[in-house]
């Protein structure tokens, strides 16, 4: 989760309260900052192993291109064109079941995930299925009515595996993957290209992007020769560096909070089968399982799921299982899917897969907000511009078998104009009584996109969020109660001990296509925590950043970034020493 990430630390124990009420703010230090700087051997060894992996992917094309070149030995493996955006597909559409051409993106969601299609399950894959989601994906001109792409003899990829490997890189880094098909898509046009963006369909969470095609192919399958398959097994790699005026920590700035180092963020491996939703006239289903390292971790866990990592041990690096899902498809309307499991929370813009974002670090408002859901979540297609979903989960950040976990609601409603340049989602998300637990946050949550023409288009988010009965740890009331381990108090008025803690935020990005391969934009963002009770400090925080994204190919990403944070009513950058904060940084992000 996202937001049990401070507390106090001293030898080697967490406290969540040293709040000095002169100047009403905490002395803030991350959870896992001192194993940042005390890190063990096991964990530096496996930065090590990072690097030379990655150093050896780069070369690899290099290396083995040649030696591949005429080795025939083994049968030919078609390789689709590559997609990169974990969104929709985006491409020349028109209404109606609409003919959509392949260029190369992925498919998005609030989840991540694409696919490609094995065989490992029997008999023939089904016509290709789009799931919202899916960072980085290769689309693949893949299969029409569940043909393979056929390709020339020149884009063909031939020898051992590693040598179709090479070459899959070293055909998409020169552009030279062929295009794929035309595939069908119901529902409205994209209005996006991806890439340069994340995704080309405006995005909704807890569901596949229903109606559209699976059209993507990676790296990793193509040179398994298991492109058809419907089953995949795909993900990426993304490191990163930064430069900042703190030099303690980063926080409330997101992901990066260790500042001036250069870290492995994250590793990632998808395994998924995703339902045929472009057909209207049978069951279907797919499933989804990750596997998520890093350091980015401590946003992602969630309280029994391998949270020990975090709440007990206090590790820099950690490992995450962070989906695990069913999707149940149904040829309701214009299609109902039914996900059950463990989700991302439902609404917003940004995701917690790196490919699935603008740009490298995260705003405020995502910060703070809920992360995964375990439960099951109803989406309905009414027509090609509205949908309702429905759900109950256990709530925010928390397995099924802890003690916080209670029955919560989930409702949202999605609308697209009939020219797709608007979209709106509204949501209720994880509605219960709102008394203090894990991460309980009442969270109502609205997004609208905008598509000014064929070059910029904005993304506006703003959320209200609160929670009930939250411990004083203020320093103003006798006998306080203790918070509960990963979830802050808030800072309430004297001799009260518990309060209610809300907050409210609001971000804007506005983004502009200057090629297939090279975007820019700009994110302006406001975060108001009344009470302390996400940040560790009372008071207003603001960022605006600038950032690019550049591609090479469809399987690596340069993000760099300029950003500057301002806390308005107390010192809340540095631990809580310093009010502005200047921070530079860019990852990097290759796919597999």
């Known amino acids: 989760m996202k937001r049990h990430l401070f507390a106090f630390t001293a030898s080697d124990q967490v406290y969540f309260a040293n709040f000095d009420p002169v100047k ?29 992996v990655a150093a050896l992917a780069l070369a690899l094309p290099l290396q083995s291109q040649q030696s591949a070149i005429g080795d025939s030995a083994e049968a030919p493996a078609s390789v689709s064109q590559p997609a990169n955006a974990p969104r929709r597909q ?26 490609t299609t094995v065989v490992l399950d029997a008999g023939p894959p089904a016509a290709p299925s789009s799931i919202a989601g899916n960072p980085d994906p290769q689309q693949t001109g893949s299969a029409q009515n569940g043909q393979t792409p056929t390709t020339t003899k020149d884009h063909t990829l031939t020898g051992n595996f590693l040598h ?25 046009p994209p209005p996006l290209d991806s890439p340069p963006f994340p995704f080309s369909d405006w995005g909704y969470g807890g569901a596949p992007d229903i109606g559209a095609p699976d059209g993507n192919t990676y790296p990793l399958m193509s040179a398994l020769k298991l492109d058809n398959s419907r089953t995949k097994v795909y993900g990426w790699v993304a490191g990163s560096f930064n430069f900042s005026t703190s030099a303690k920590n980063n926080f409330p700035l997101s992901y990066d909070i260790f500042p001036n180092k250069i870290g492995l963020n994250q590793a990632v491996v998808y395994i998924e089968r995703l339902p045929d939703t472009v057909q209207n006239t049978h069951f279907d ?24 990592q975090l709440l007990q041990s206090n590790k820099q690096y950690g490992f995450d299982p962070v989906l695990e ?60 511009q509205w949908m309702v979903q429905f759900g109950v989960s256990g709530g925010h950040d928390v397995a099924l078998w802890t003690d916080d976990a209670k029955a919560s609601g989930i409702f949202c409603m999605n609308y697209s104009t009939a020219s797709n340049r608007d979209n709106f989602y509204g949501c209720a998300n994880g509605i219960n009584d709102g008394k203090y637990a894990y991460n309980n946050l009442q969270h109502y949550d609205f997004t609208w996109y905008h598509k000014f023409n064929s070059k910029w288009h904005m993304a506006t988010e703003a959320w209200y969020m609160y929670e009930r009965e939250v411990p004083n740890v203020a320093g103003n009331v006798a006998n306080p109660i203790k918070p509960e381990l990963g979830a802050n108090g808030a800072f309430c008025a004297a001799g009260q001990l518990r309060c ?28 108001n925590d009344k009470k302390g009770q996400r940040t560790g400090i009372v008071g207003k925080y603001t960022e605006n950043t600038f950032y690019l994204t550049k591609y090479i190919g469809t399987t690596v990403m340069f993000r760099p970034e300029l950003r500057f944070d301002h806390s308005w009513d107390r010192e809340g950058y540095n631990n809580g020493t310093a009010r502005n904060q200047l921070f530079f940084g860019m990852d990097v992000i290759y796919k597999f």
Not at 164 to 188: C, E, H, I
Not at 332 to 341: E, Q, S
Not at 355 to 377: V, W
Request: aromatic share 14%.
């Open 325 to 384: 899902y069913f999707d149940l498809y149904f040829p309701v309307k214009d299609g109902l899917n039914i996900r059950i499991g463990r989700f991302l929370s439902v609404p917003g813009i940004e995701a917690q897969l790196a490919p699935n974002n603008y740009n490298m670090t995260h705003s405020l408002l995502y910060t703070i907000d809920p992360f995964t859901d375990t439960g099951a979540i109803a989406s309905l297609k009414l027509n090609k």
């Open 285 to 308: 289903w797919g499933y989804h399982v990750t596997g998520f390292f890093g350091t980015d971790y401590r946003f992602t866990t969630a309280k029994g799921y391998f949270s020990q």
């Open 24 to 52: 009403r703010r905490g002395d803030v230090i991350l959870m896992n900052f001192r194993n940042h700087v005390d890190k063990s051997a096991v964990e530096g060894g496996k930065w090590a192993a990072f690097i030379v």
């Open 90 to 115: 985006a491409q020349q559409v028109q209404l109606g079941p609409t003919v959509v051409h392949k260029r190369i993106q992925q498919p998005s969601e609030r989840s991540p995930i694409h696919r």
């Open 500 to 527: 209610t803690a809300p907050e409210y935020a609001i971000v804007n990005y506005i983004n502009r296509e200057v090629t297939s391969k090279f975007m820019f934009g700009f994110r302006s963002d406001l975060l």
């Open 164 to 188: 179709r490997l090479a070459q899959f890189y070293s055909q998409d880094w020169a552009g030279a993957n062929p295009a794929g098909p035309f595939v069908t898509k119901r529902g409205l």
